[in-house]
């Protein structure tokens, strides 16, 4: 069965730095999203993206996020200058353009600031 | 606006035991509920969802839950749970297709040999 992939599993970076989030969503897929969980809370939705623009995004995703789809495949997350708060799960999902088609998750990567 | 609440943040329970986790929401339009498990250093694997017709939906791993318009609750149900259970479970809300999931706090299932 098709996945959702994501890569670095794990993500190591000092506060101030820049780091990308990568995403391979499932190929016949067109809506994509991220989400994040700060470690003991619940998953919290960042932004969805359809048609290479921003469909939605929450409170969260402020001026330091943005997303893009910079290939047929890749679907990336850049945080432009960490927070330690930023430390947190981020997940990937992605899912077809179907009301009736539930969002298929990755495994995640955990992004820890120091 | 949408949200969830799950009641109980741990659940243990002994093998082949019938378990219940409980899940309501608040919404002021029609929903879409969801359930949705963890398994330790994995991502968010789908377990069953509601989207309209027969309120008791039945989904993978024999879980099952029921949704109540009434008292606005989806509760999750296994007559039987084994060691592999053992996860978190993340009961979820969704406006219509393709719009964000509201998630709520999850509950931790430890299944006791």
């Known amino acids: 069965e098709p996945e959702v992939t994501q890569t670095p599993s794990h993500q190591v970076t000092q506060m101030g730095q820049e780091v990308i989030l990568r995403c391979v969503p499932i190929s016949n897929h067109l809506y994509f999203y991220w989400y994040r969980q700060i470690l003991g809370q619940k998953v919290e939705f960042l932004v969805s993206f359809y048609n290479n623009e921003i469909s939605e995004k929450s409170e969260i995703f402020d001026d330091q996020f943005s997303v893009e789809r910079p290939d047929g495949s890749n679907f990336t997350l850049k945080i432009r200058s960490t927070k330690l708060e930023d430390s947190a799960m981020y997940f990937c999902a992605s899912t077809r353009l179907n009301s009736n088609q539930p969002q298929h998750f990755g495994d995640g990567t955990r992004l820890s600031i120091l | 606006a949408q949200s969830v609440t799950q009641l109980d943040s741990q659940v243990p329970v002994f093998e082949e035991a019938p378990v219940e986790l409980r899940c309501n929401y608040s919404s002021s339009v029609s929903v879409y509920l969801f359930w949705y498990v963890q398994y330790p250093n994995q991502g968010l694997q789908l377990l069953l969802k509601?989207?309209?017709?027969?309120?008791l939906v039945k989904g993978i791993n024999g879980f099952e839950a029921e949704f109540n318009k009434s008292q606005t609750s989806f509760h999750l149900r296994k007559p039987s749970v084994h060691i592999s259970d053992t996860a978190e479970y993340f009961c979820?809300?969704?406006?219509?297709?393709?719009?964000?999931?509201?998630f709520g706090k999850g509950t931790r299932l430890s299944v006791i040999a």
């Open positions: 979820a809300v969704s406006r219509s297709g393709n719009t964000p999931l509201v």
């Open positions: 509601y989207l309209s017709g027969s309120t």
